[in-house]
C-alpha cells in the first residue's frame, strides 16, 4: 500500500471515530432531553385497560392488532412498584436500545474476516441507524422503546445464537432455547415481530443448519402464528386487512408493492425534507414522493442482490459482519411487508400516513442493514472500497439536518407534554394543553382520575394535594432565601373544577445563580395555594451547543384553579423542601402583563 493510500485510510478511520463520536453525543442528548415525561398518544388507551384489569388480562390483550405481552409486563411492573414514572420508563427503553446497538456492534468488533477500517465505517453506520432522531417518534417514547427495542433486540440474540444449534449437544440444546424464547419474545412484543420467524428460517437454510433446526424454527412459528390469533383484541381502531376478506387481500396485492417501496423509500423523503427551509411532508408528497418510490424500490433490488444468491448456494460464510447485516435486512423488509399487508385499508383512507415518521424505526435500520452488507462485500475489493467509504462518510451529513431539527422537535413536544401534566395536576380543563397528549381529551380526563386516584405518573408526587392549603402548612413552615425573581401574568380562562372559571398562569422565572425553579405555588392573599405551576427551561451551554440558543429561556406555567380577577395572586417557589421569601406578583390584564 503506497504512502498516499495509508493516509488516506488513517483519515478515513478518524472520520469515522470523530462522526461516531459526535452523532452518539448529539442523540443521546436530544433523546434525553426530548424524552416523553408523562402518559402520551397511545398509552391513555393501553393504561385504560392496566388499570382496569389484573397484569396478566392487560399483557394477553392485543391492541390494534398488536401483541404487547412483553411490553406490557414491563409497563405493569412500572404501574405497581414505581408509581407509574414514564421517566423511569424511558430509561428502561434506552437500556434495551443501547443492548439492540449492543447486539450489533460486539459480533462486528469480534469479525476477523474484516479490517479496522471497515469496523469504524461499520460503527458509525450503527450508531447513525439506531440514534437517528428521524425515529424519535418512537425513541424518545419509553414505552414504545421497549416494545420496538424488545422486537429488535429479540430478533439480533436468536439470530446471533443461530449458527450455534448445528453445534455438538449439549451446546446445540442451550442455543435452541435461546434462539425459540428470543424469537417469542419478539413476536410478542409488536406484531411486527413476527418477522423473526422467516427471518431465522432464511438464515437457517442459508446457514445450511440441520433439518432438525429448521423444522423447529418452523414449528415456533406456527405455535406463534396460532397464539396471536387466538389472543383477544382490545381496541382495534386502524382497520387491519384480513386474508380471510377476499377484496382485502386483492386490495393488498394490488396496492402492497408501491406502499411497500414507499415505507422503505421514507426516510430518504424525511432526510431531503429537512434540507428546505420549511422542514415538512405533506400528506400528498408523503402519498406520492417519487423519491420514495425510487428508493425504495432500489432498496428492494440491493436487498435481492445481498440475499438472494445467500439463499440459492447456501453459503453464508463465517463474517458476523454479514450475518447481523443480513439479519437487519431481512427482518426489517419482513416487519414492513407486515405493516402493508396490515394496514392496506389505513392507507388507503389516509395515503399519506405511509411514510409517517413511526415507520422510520424499521425502514432506518433496513437501510443500515444494507450499507453493512455494502462494507462487508466492499472490504475485499480494493476498487469498491472508497466508493463505499466516502459514501458511509456522507450518510451522517445527509440525514443530520432532520437529526438536528427532529432533536428540536421533540424538546419542545418535551414542554408541551410538561404543560398538558400541569393542567391535569391543577385538576383544569385547559383542552389546548391536553390534545399534545392524546387526541381523546376525553379520554385523557378519565384516565388521568385514576392516576390522580392511584397516585400515579404527574400525581405521584403528590402536588395536587397542595392546593387548598395554607401556605404555612407547607414544608412544615420553612423558608429560605433562594434569589427568587420572575415575571408572570394571567395568560387567559380554561374551565376550572365543578364548571368554575380558572386563571391560566404563564412567565418566566429563575432562582440565585440562573438556576431553574422546578416547582412553584400561586397563593392568594390569604396565604392559600390556589394552584401549582411547573418551570420547563434547557441549560444555557446545552442550548446554544446543541439547539443554538433556541431554549435558553426558563418558562413556566400554572392555574388558579378558582380565579377571581378581584384578588392579588403571587408565586412562590417550592423546591428543597422549603418555601422562598421571595416572591412573584402574578400581574392581570387589567394592571397590565409584561412579556417575559
Known amino acids: 500500500m503506497s504512502r498516499f493510500a495509508k493516509q488516506a485510510e488513517r483519515a478515513a478511520q478518524i472520520g469515522a471515530a470523530v462522526a461516531t463520536a459526535a452523532f452518539l453525543s448529539s442523540g443521546l442528548v436530544y433523546l434525553y432531553l426530548g424524552r416523553v415525561p408523562v402518559t402520551m398518544a397511545d398509552h391513555w388507551e393501553i393504561y385504560k385497560v392496566c388499570l382496569n384489569h389484573s397484569w396478566?388480562?392487560?399483557?394477553?390483550?392485543?391492541?390494534?392488532?398488536?401483541?404487547?405481552?412483553?411490553?406490557?409486563?414491563?409497563?405493569?411492573?412500572?404501574?405497581?412498584?414505581?408509581?407509574?414514572?414514564?421517566?423511569?420508563?424511558?430509561?428502561?427503553?434506552?437500556?434495551?436500545?443501547?443492548?439492540?446497538?449492543i447486539l450489533l456492534l460486539v459480533p462486528l468488533w469480534r469479525d476477523t474476516t474484516v479490517g479496522l477500517t471497515a469496523k469504524l465505517a461499520a460503527t458509525l453506520v450503527l450508531i447513525v441507524g439506531n440514534f437517528w432522531m428521524g425515529r424519535a417518534s418512537i425513541t424518545t417514547s419509553g414505552g414504545f422503546v421497549c416494545e420496538n427495542s424488545l422486537a429488535i433486540?429479540?430478533?439480533?440474540?436468536?439470530?446471533?445464537?443461530?449458527?450455534?444449534?448445528?453445534?455438538?449437544?449439549?451446546?446445540?440444546?442451550?442455543?435452541?432455547?435461546?434462539?425459540?424464547?428470543?424469537?417469542?419474545?419478539?413476536?410478542?412484543?409488536?406484531?411486527?415481530?413476527?418477522?423473526?420467524?422467516?427471518?431465522?428460517?432464511?438464515?437457517?437454510?442459508?446457514?445450511?443448519?440441520?433439518?432438525?433446526?429448521?423444522?423447529?424454527?418452523?414449528?415456533?412459528?406456527?405455535?406463534?402464528?396460532?397464539?396471536?390469533?387466538?389472543?383477544?383484541?382490545?381496541?382495534?381502531?386502524?382497520?387491519?386487512?384480513?386474508?380471510?376478506?377476499?377484496?382485502?387481500?386483492?386490495?393488498?396485492?394490488?396496492?402492497?408493492?408501491?406502499?411497500?417501496?414507499?415505507?422503505?423509500?421514507?426516510?430518504f423523503l424525511w432526510a431531503e425534507a429537512a434540507w428546505t427551509f420549511h422542514f415538512g411532508v405533506s400528506d400528498k408528497l408523503g402519498a406520492t414522493s417519487l423519491l420514495s418510490l425510487s428508493c425504495g424500490g432500489l432498496g428492494l433490488v440491493f436487498a435481492g442482490l445481498a440475499v438472494v444468491p445467500k439463499l440459492v448456494r447456501r453459503d453464508l460464510g463465517q463474517s458476523w459482519l454479514e450475518l447481523t447485516a443480513l439479519s437487519l435486512v431481512i427482518f426489517n423488509l419482513g416487519a414492513m411487508a407486515i405493516i402493508v399487508v396490515g394496514r392496506t385499508e389505513f392507507f388507503r383512507m389516509l395515503p399519506g400516513e405511509v411514510s409517517a415518521p413511526r415507520y422510520l424505526f424499521w425502514s432506518s435500520l433496513f437501510w443500515t442493514g444494507l450499507l453493512l452488507v455494502a462494507i462487508q462485500r466492499a472490504d475485499s475489493k480494493t476498487w469498491l472500497r472508497w466508493?463505499?467509504?466516502?459514501?458511509?462518510?456522507?450518510?451522517?451529513?445527509?440525514?443530520?439536518?432532520?437529526?438536528?431539527?427532529?432533536?428540536?422537535?421533540?424538546?419542545?413536544?418535551?414542554?408541551?407534554?410538561?404543560?398538558?401534566?400541569?393542567?391535569?395536576?391543577?385538576?383544569?380543563?385547559?383542552?389546548?394543553?391536553?390534545?399534545?397528549?392524546?387526541?381523546?381529551?376525553?379520554?385523557?380526563?378519565?384516565?388521568?382520575?385514576?392516576?390522580?386516584?392511584?397516585?400515579?405518573?404527574?400525581?405521584?408526587?403528590?402536588?395536587q394535594d397542595w392546593i387548598g392549603l395554607p401556605e404555612t402548612s407547607l414544608f412544615n413552615g420553612r423558608q429560605k432565601s433562594e434569589g427568587f425573581k420572575g415575571n408572570c401574568h394571567v395568560d387567559g380562562l380554561v374551565q376550572g373544577k365543578n364548571g368554575s372559571s380558572a386563571g391560566k398562569v404563564t412567565g418566566w422565572s429563575q432562582k440565585r445563580g440562573h438556576a431553574i425553579p422546578k416547582?412553584?405555588?400561586?397563593?392568594?392573599?390569604?396565604?392559600?395555594?390556589?394552584?401549582?405551576?411547573?418551570?420547563?427551561?434547557?441549560?444555557?451551554?446545552?442550548?446554544?451547543?446543541?439547539?443554538?440558543?433556541?431554549?435558553?429561556?426558563?418558562?413556566?406555567?400554572?392555574?388558579?384553579?378558582?380565579?377571581?380577577?378581584?384578588?392579588?395572586?403571587?408565586?412562590?417557589?417550592?423546591?428543597?423542601?422549603?418555601?422562598?421569601?421571595?416572591?412573584?406578583?402574578?400581574?392581570t390584564p387589567v394592571t397590565g402583563r409584561s412579556a417575559p
Open 519 to 587: 416547582t412553584l405555588v400561586i397563593v392568594d392573599p390569604t396565604g392559600v395555594v390556589e394552584g401549582v405551576g411547573r418551570s420547563w427551561g434547557t441549560n444555557e451551554f446545552i442550548s446554544r451547543m446543541f439547539y443554538q440558543g433556541k431554549f435558553s429561556s426558563s418558562e413556566f406555567l400554572g392555574y388558579i384553579r378558582d380565579y377571581n380577577p378581584q384578588l392579588q395572586y403571587t408565586v412562590r417557589c417550592a423546591d428543597d423542601e422549603a418555601l422562598s421569601n421571595e416572591k412573584i406578583v402574578v400581574e
Open 387 to 463: 466508493p463505499v467509504y466516502l459514501l458511509v462518510l456522507a450518510v451522517p451529513i445527509g440525514v443530520f439536518p432532520m437529526h438536528y431539527k427532529e432533536g428540536l422537535r421533540s424538546r419542545f413536544v418535551n414542554y408541551l407534554a410538561e404543560s398538558g401534566a400541569t393542567s391535569l395536576i391543577d385538576d383544569v380543563r385547559d383542552t389546548k394543553q391536553i390534545q399534545v397528549l392524546f387526541n381523546d381529551p376525553e379520554q385523557v380526563y378519565r384516565v388521568a382520575t385514576q392516576l390522580r386516584a392511584r397516585r400515579l405518573d404527574m400525581f405521584a408526587n403528590g402536588l
Open 56 to 101: 396478566l388480562e392487560s399483557a394477553l390483550l392485543k391492541f390494534n392488532h398488536h401483541s404487547l405481552f412483553f411490553p406490557n409486563l414491563i409497563r405493569w411492573a412500572d404501574l405497581r412498584f414505581f408509581h407509574g414514572d414514564q421517566q423511569l420508563l424511558f430509561f428502561v427503553g434506552m437500556f434495551l436500545l443501547f443492548g439492540t446497538a
Open 153 to 267: 433486540g429479540g430478533t439480533l440474540l436468536a439470530c446471533l445464537w443461530l449458527p450455534a444449534t448445528r453445534t455438538e449437544w449439549p451446546r446445540s440444546l442451550k442455543a435452541c432455547l435461546i434462539v425459540m424464547t428470543s424469537g417469542f419474545v419478539a413476536s410478542f412484543s409488536i406484531a411486527n415481530g413476527m418477522a423473526v420467524w422467516p427471518t431465522l428460517l432464511l438464515l437457517g437454510w442459508s446457514l445450511r443448519l440441520p433439518w432438525r433446526s429448521l423444522v423447529l424454527l418452523l414449528a415456533g412459528a406456527l405455535i406463534a402464528i396460532v397464539i396471536y390469533v387466538l389472543l383477544p383484541n382490545e381496541r382495534a381502531e386502524i382497520p387491519f386487512a384480513k386474508i380471510s376478506d377476499f377484496s382485502a387481500f386483492l386490495m393488498a396485492a394490488g396496492r402492497g408493492p408501491h406502499h411497500l417501496f414507499m415505507l422503505l423509500g421514507a426516510p
